[in-house]
């Protein structure tokens, strides 16, 4: 089973950059398309950034796209989000997952959910 613990969260203001941590263990994370996915208050879960195992497969949201980038290095088991421009709507806590090849946004694949990061955006 994988286990996944994300860091890296903070409060910042509007035009600031974060970069979320997520270190995996266990082997299952070989093979993995690796997602980033976050909750906002009062709201459901969503897709923010997927990437395949080998690093040159990426999907992103419409709501994050160019302002985010997801990366990996599998050698050490870490996956990671830089979020570039953030704004107030960024604001969630953002959870990493694992899931099988071609995964993308389809949440319900993945596993392996961490207690996820806060992140806070003020304006």
């Known amino acids: 089973q994988v286990e996944l613990v994300e860091s890296g969260g903070g409060l910042v203001q509007a035009g600031d950059s974060l970069r979320l941590s997520c270190a995996a263990s266990?082997?299952?994370?070989?093979?993995?398309?690796m997602g980033w996915f976050r909750q906002a208050p009062g709201k459901e879960r969503e897709f923010v950034a997927a990437?395949?195992?080998?690093?040159?497969?990426?999907h992103y949201a419409d709501s994050v796209s160019g302002r985010f980038i997801i990366s990996r290095d599998n050698a050490k088991y870490m996956v990671y989000l830089q979020m570039n421009s953030l704004n107030p709507e960024d604001t969630a806590v953002y959870y990493c997952?694992?899931?099988?090849?071609?995964?993308?946004?389809?949440?319900?694949?993945?596993?392996?959910w961490g207690q996820g990061t806060q992140v806070t955006v003020s304006s």
């Open positions: 990437i395949s195992w080998g690093g040159t497969n990426t």
């Open positions: 997952a694992a899931g099988p090849k071609g995964a993308s946004s389809r949440s319900w694949l993945y596993e392996g």
């Open positions: 266990g082997r299952t994370f070989s093979g993995k398309t």
